[in-house]
């Protein structure tokens, strides 16, 4: 089945016979770094494949196929960790206290003492950090921050890097690296020798 769509002048494809052959192998290996479970991953490209075909209607044109599958399986992913912790909070998981002594016991998951650690020093750092890294990123030459921001904090696909910015995907990951080398000198120099 392939459907096909107007919009305006231009015609939009989505070739849902070629998902299984074009993307399943890439959103598998995207799924299970984020699951590190093989059958859940699994799953998840096969709800992700479903939802695709439920929601082509809705499918624009606005990114690749594979863009826009990649995106229903974030959310795939989402769900399911949200759907985890929302049961996690009503089992009753025991966790070790004490292993021996007078005190030998065990806390209900949702009982145990939550760390003591000053929660807003780490926030205050978390954003000291932040700003630093994006001077850093700010002091890089103007291609190196642009191909950095896009492809390391705005998550785009390599393609897409490549063909917005006219270049080649090996120029891309020379950029990268050449950025993220310079971006690590200035952190040492400005943030960890501080």
């Avoid at 992700?48 to 624009?60: E, P, R, V």
């Avoid at 009753?92 to 000053?118: A, I, K, T």
């Avoid at 642009?146 to 063909?163: G, N, P, S």
Wanted: hydrophobic share 35%.
């Amino acid at each position: 089945m392939v459907f096909i769509f107007r919009m305006m002048e231009d015609q939009i494809v989505l070739n849902t016979d070629k998902w299984i052959d074009n993307y399943a192998d890439y959103m598998y290996n995207y799924a299970i770094t984020r699951v590190n479970n093989s059958d859940l991953a699994k799953d998840l490209v096969q709800e992700t494949f479903f939802a695709g075909l439920k929601s082509a209607k809705n499918f624009q044109g606005k990114s690749t196929e594979r863009t826009w599958l990649v995106s229903i399986l974030k959310r795939k992913i989402i769900d399911h960790y949200r759907k985890i912790n929302s049961k996690k909070g009503k089992a009753e998981v025991r966790m070790n206290f004490y292993d021996e002594g007078e005190n030998e016991g065990n806390w209900l998951e949702e009982r145990v003492p939550q760390s003591w650690d000053n929660q807003s020093e780490k926030l205050i750092e978390n954003e000291e950090l932040k700003n630093q890294l994006d001077l850093c990123i700010d002091k890089l030459p103007e291609k190196y921050a642009m191909v950095f921001r896009m492809k390391t904090i705005q998550e785009f696909e390599t393609e897409e890097i490549c063909k917005e910015l006219d270049i080649t995907a090996s120029n891309l990951w020379v950029i990268i690296h050449r950025a993220r080398t310079q971006l690590r000198k200035c952190m040492e120099d400005n943030w960890f020798n501080i």
